[in-house]
């Protein structure tokens, strides 16, 4: 059964720094991963996809990086802001369209 | 572009009452659809999926109910609320005919049972 872990579970950083966020998967025969934001009390909007295939995606000030052999995924954040303060959810499939599994996610404080 | 539609917002209901929760995609055909709930201190646990119109499955007994009464709907159920139903739930979808299958999610209902 797959089982998704986040570290740290939360986080407080000053504006300005870049940052790490972590997530952990035991299965590694995953098809994708997914970094989530969720912002309180909203559903989640999707950040980035990686691709079993792929090593990392970028956006922005976002790169997601995948080792899928060692089940491991991060998300850095460059130059964070206040406005990145949310919870990070980091989810996997392990097929094309069957449900993803989710972390309990890392919730992020950005102290301006 | 597609869009996500979720209703009631939120959502307070005595114990023992009914619940039906409805979700909604615009813009697009044939999409899988899930449920999630999502409870303070355990992150977001799968409650059902649908590959199609009245396919359905479940992955955790409870006393919810989902159903597909058509291609873009999806409705969550309950005859009797119990306190432990409290939650957030999350509404979210795919379309399984393209890669790499990004899932979307709605704004969500947050359910008070008291």
């Known amino acids: 059964k797959q089982e998704v872990t986040q570290i740290p579970a939360a986080l407080s950083v000053p504006e300005g720094e870049n940052l790490v966020l972590n997530c952990s998967f035991t299965?590694?025969?995953?098809?994708?991963l997914q970094w989530f934001r969720q912002d309180p009390g909203k559903g989640l909007t999707s950040l980035l996809l990686?691709?079993?295939?792929?090593r990392e995606q970028t956006s922005g000030r976002l790169n997601a990086s995948l080792d899928k052999s060692s089940g491991r995924s991060t998300l850095y954040i460059a130059a964070s802001q206040p406005g990145d303060s949310a919870t990070y959810l980091c989810a996997v499939s392990n097929s094309g369209n069957t449900p993803l599994v989710f972390g309990k996610g890392t919730r992020l404080s950005v102290i301006a | 572009s597609q869009t996500i539609h979720q209703w009631p917002a939120t959502l307070v209901q005595p114990v023992g009452s009914p619940l039906s929760l409805e979700c909604t995609v615009e813009g697009t055909s044939n999409p899988n659809l899930y449920w999630y709930r999502q409870a303070a201190g355990r992150g977001l646990q799968l409650l059902f999926y649908s590959v199609g119109i009245g396919q359905i499955s479940s992955e955790v007994p409870q006393n919810l109910s989902a159903s597909r009464p058509q291609d873009r709907q999806f409705i969550l159920s309950s005859k009797k609320l119990l306190l432990s139903d409290s939650g957030f739930y999350l509404c979210a979808w795919i379309h399984p005919g393209q890669v790499p299958y990004e899932q979307y999610f709605g704004p969500g209902t947050r359910l008070t049972v008291t």
């Open positions: 990686i691709q079993s295939s792929q």
């Open positions: 299965d590694s025969a995953i098809y994708n």
